[in-house]
């Protein structure tokens, strides 16, 4: 029994010996830290290390053929340029048999296909169905690894803490994922629907962004005679023009990707978010190159520095802008394109050479263009045989192509609501007069109103028949209309780029013999006449303050005004005159309307029998219409 203890013993000891030999550590009993890592765990990073840079000098060196851009494979995949499709990951291969030197050869090109792009919705907006390609599409499967494995556990945890992270952000109300991201929405080449054959009107304007498409189409031909494309081209003109369509029909016309997104998608409560959506945005327009970025609206974003119309973090994106686009190298084959409104509030960097190369003005069509953009316009409702558009299109001086849309699709609104299964020419009428002045109201009027409204109608009308360079009457009615009573329509004889002093005063005078024949012929006056006051008013400031016509004030002009004058541009705010010359354009203001007042109860005095013709004819019919106004005076 000792001999026994005692080889146990002896056998304890040695296994004892062997454990400190083998420098096992238990490293849970380890203090905190002093843990060791084992050699084993070394040894698989070593490993997975060695695998990595096996795999990245695999991708490096071996042969995957020309690198091209994303329209250039859509493009080859539409015409059946390829005998074989590969997807892997994030980059499609095109391979094709060739024969060189009577020797068969497969050329291969491929291109990387932009963060967050789908390219199956990339084939379906190129209208190409995946299933017609067959067994030549191939997307092999890849397995998972055990460096997969790794990546997934550490991506896992960083996904919680940022869950986390997210949560504890959310519940204070903020947001911290997207603030930084471009909302601008891509469309794919023909995507847009638009070409150059939906904008009508504007052919001047057209023939001026046609060289922007060829050269997105061939670059090459430009840059062999050291040609640069404009970086940027700003569409200025007023709202309505088709700016916006333009910059869709180039997408269009050139078929490549087209960013849009406005100066409003910039601006965030973040300080900072605007400057970095800039950003992103040109990344992803580097990526897909050649494409178009659109910005519209950019005066949001881009008003003059260093004045009130600017905060400090819109300088922010407007540099960010700048800087950008100063990065915009030759080859990038990104061009921007900006619309606006407001041209002169925009920051005078943004314009210069190098960055908004070229300005192009989008102007308001003339009776031609209108022609043709209600042609346009026309093309998918049913009209009836006595339709008169090029009537309409004479008629709508001053229209911009949205007014001319939004007239035919009220007038087949009502045509659609009478049951009628064609557009007639009263519906066009009548769609014209409800863009022009508003809604007819149908509601009974008291016998006092529509004689006072008579008479009010009758003045405008009668001064502008026998006031020389006055615009000729189109329509009388008593009808109320929006906030209107009564209407007088005049319908310009031709178009006007020039506007001069004897016209402005005949306009005036049409205005002010509302009033004036309330006077004259019901010895009182109502409230009816504010609009025309307002208009008076505005209209004789412009003559002084704008276009110099008085003779006490001169050729100078006192104050930008924030409005429109009847031209169609727009001018901000802000008075730069003394009190002195204030005090003189009020009495100027006030001399022109007194006289035109004095001008128009003249007329009206000598025309009384043509006032009460044309006071019973809108009593008994309501409305009166050229033909029958001018048979009162035949």
């Known amino acids: 029994m000792s001999e026994e203890k005692n080889n146990v013993d002896t056998k304890k000891k040695s296994d004892s010996k062997k454990k400190e030999n083998t420098y096992v550590v238990d490293i849970r009993k380890m203090p905190r830290g002093r843990r060791i890592v084992l050699p084993n765990f070394l040894t698989i990073a070593l490993i997975i290390g060695a695998i990595s840079v096996g795999v990245f000098l695999f991708n490096a060196f071996s042969y995957k053929g020309d690198k091209v851009s994303v329209s250039s494979i859509i493009s080859d995949i539409a015409e059946k340029k390829y005998d074989k499709i590969i997807l892997k990951d994030d980059i499609v291969t095109l391979e094709r048999k060739d024969k060189v030197n009577d020797v068969s050869v497969i050329k291969k090109k491929y291109a990387h296909i932009p963060e967050k792009m789908d390219f199956y919705q990339v084939l379906s907006d190129a209208e190409i169905d995946v299933k017609d390609l067959g067994d030549d599409f191939y997307e092999p499967k890849v397995g998972i690894t055990f460096g997969d494995i790794i990546t997934i556990l550490f991506l896992g945890a960083a996904g919680v803490l940022v869950f986390v992270m997210v949560k504890n952000m959310q519940a204070s109300g903020g947001k911290i994922m997207d603030f930084g991201e471009s909302k601008a929405r891509m469309l794919f080449g023909k995507k847009t629907g638009i070409s150059f054959g939906d904008v009508a009107g504007i052919d001047d304007v057209k023939e001026e962004l046609t060289e922007i498409v060829d050269f997105l189409k061939s670059p090459k031909k430009y840059r062999d005679l050291g040609a640069r494309i404009p970086r940027g081209v700003l569409l200025a003109g ?162 911009s192509g949205a007014d001319l849309e939004n007239i035919l699709n009220e007038s087949a609104i009502m045509a659609a609501q009478d049951g009628d299964k064609e557009i007639g020419q009263d519906d066009i009428d009548e769609a014209f007069l409800k863009v022009k002045l508003g809604r007819k109201k149908n509601r009974e009027t008291e016998a006092e109103d529509l004689k006072k409204t008579a008479y009010h109608e009758a003045g405008h009308a009668i001064v502008a028949k026998f006031t020389p360079d006055s615009d000729p009457v189109e329509q ?28 402005m005063l005949a306009w005036l005078r049409s205005g002010v013999a509302g ?114 106004f001018e048979a009162l005076f035949s």
């Open 238 to 399: 007023a709202p309505g023009t088709g700016k916006t369509l333009l910059a869709k029909a180039i997408a269009g016309e050139a078929g490549v990707p087209f960013f849009h997104t406005s100066g409003s998608e910039f601006e965030e409560m973040l300080v900072g978010a605007g400057a970095s959506r800039v950003r992103d945005l040109f990344k992803k327009a580097r990526k897909a190159a050649p494409c178009i970025i659109f910005i519209d609206e950019i005066d949001a974003v881009a008003k003059k520095r260093g004045t009130v119309l600017h905060s400090g973090a819109g300088e922010q994106t407007l540099n960010q802008i700048l800087v950008e686009m100063d990065g915009l190298e030759d080859r990038e084959d990104v061009i921007v394109l900006a619309a606006t409104n407001r041209p002169d509030v925009l920051d005078p960097a943004i314009l210069r050479p190098g960055r908004f190369d070229r300005t192009v003005v989008v102007h308001m069509p003339d009776a031609q263009g209108r022609r043709e953009i209600l042609e346009v316009h026309a093309k998918n409702k049913k009209f009836a045989e006595d339709v008169d558009l090029d009537a309409l299109s004479r008629k709508t001086i001053g229209y």
């Open 476 to 503: 009388v009615s008593i009808i109320p209309r929006g906030m209107a009573g009564g209407v007088t329509v005049y319908l310009p004889e031709k178009e006007r780029r020039t506007l001069y002093r004897n016209q």
């Open 515 to 628: 009033r004036a024949a309330e006077e004259l012929f019901l010895d009182d006056i109502s409230s009816g006449a504010s609009a025309d006051i307002e208009q008076a008013t505005e209209l004789a400031k412009e003559m002084i303050m704008q276009y110099g016509m008085s003779e006490k004030l001169g050729m100078v002009k006192y104050g930008d005004m924030d409005r429109t004058n009847h031209m169609g541009y727009s001018y901000g705010g802000g008075r730069d005159f003394s009190e002195e010359t204030a005090k003189a354009i009020d009495t100027e203001v006030k001399r022109l309307i007194d006289e035109a007042y004095e001008d128009a109860k003249k007329v009206l005095t000598e025309h009384k029998d043509d006032v009460e013709k044309l006071v019973n004819a809108l009593l008994e019919k309501e409305v009166v219409t050229r033909d029958e």
